[in-house]
């Protein structure tokens, strides 16, 4: 059976986790919109000593694609600093978004940044990347451009992770999406299982729980169906519960 779960509050990830029904935890190491190192949680090893799956996002602010050296070089730093302490505390992997480059950019300079980060980064536990909602620039917004970005990669053990909210919102069709991902990167390792607040190709990254946004709920469970990888909801945290349930009646 599929392993279910969420996206908890970093204070107590296992008791948010058990509260919800959840074999899977995934949290921040800090700040998601800060610079600074990674925090661990203080029951990290009780955690780890648990029966719940950790995966741990990356901050938002994390952009190794730039060419702008004021943040590729901290993003690169940040990054390695924050696989070591998933790592340290049993983490199944590190979720980290595809980044941009600026809109005059070519986008090539971004996909040879990240390879420039997979030559030089050691990785103790996989790193996935997750597709994006937005940005004209973007790297995974769009499977061309993740397809740029995996023939970038071809070497390295990179894993990918699939949100259902950010390829609506992106303009990709959930209907046939599993395939044509896997066609490119050959696994998801990862399903963000979300509905989106907004529309088809809106660019928008945000998350609605399950049955409760625009996105078909047939389409949402058809899309776990076809991938088979574990699942984390990052909807609104009042409805996690109800949202895993769901999932496990229908799945």
């Known amino acids: 059976m599929v392993r279910i779960g969420a996206h908890v509050d970093r204070d107590d990830p296992l008791a948010h986790a ?21 925090v661990l949680p203080e029951n990290a090893e009780a955690l780890a000593a648990s029966e719940i799956d950790v995966y741990v996002h990356a901050p ?23 696989l070591e302490a998933a790592a340290s505390i049993g983490a199944k992997g590190l979720i980290v978004h595809g980044g941009h480059v600026g809109k005059d950019d070519d986008p090539q300079v971004g996909f040879d940044n990240w390879r420039k980060v997979f030559e030089r980064l050691e990785t103790p536990i996989p790193v996935l990347i997750e597709n994006t909602a937005g940005g004209g620039n ?38 046939d999406v599993v395939d044509r991902v896997k066609a490119i990167t050959g696994r998801i390792d990862l399903i963000h299982c979300n509905d989106s ?27 776990c169906r076809a991938a088979g990888a574990p699942i984390v909801v990052e909807t609104p945290g009042d409805g996690q519960a ?3 349930a769901f999932l496990r009646d229908h799945l």
């Not at 602010?61 to 990054?79: D, E, F, G, Y």
Request: aromatic fraction near 8%.
């Open 18 to 38: 058990t509260a919800r029904g959840a074999q899977v935890a995934q949290f921040f190491l800090g700040d998601p919109q800060g610079w600074k190192g990674p």
């Open 60 to 82: 938002y602010v994390i952009n190794v694609a730039t060419a702008n050296n004021r943040i590729r070089i901290p993003s690169r730093k940040l990054l390695a600093g924050q």
């Open 138 to 175: 973007a790297m995974a917004r769009r499977l061309e451009r993740i397809a740029r970005l995996w023939e970038a990669l071809d070497g390295f053990d990179v894993g990918f992770c699939l949100d259902t909210c950010h390829a609506h919102a992106g303009g990709e069709e959930l209907a």
């Open 197 to 223: 607040r907004d529309a088809f190709d809106s660019g928008a990254d945000r998350h609605a729980n399950l049955g409760k946004g625009q996105i078909d709920p047939e389409l949402i469970l058809s899309v």
């Open 242 to 244: 109800a949202d895993i």
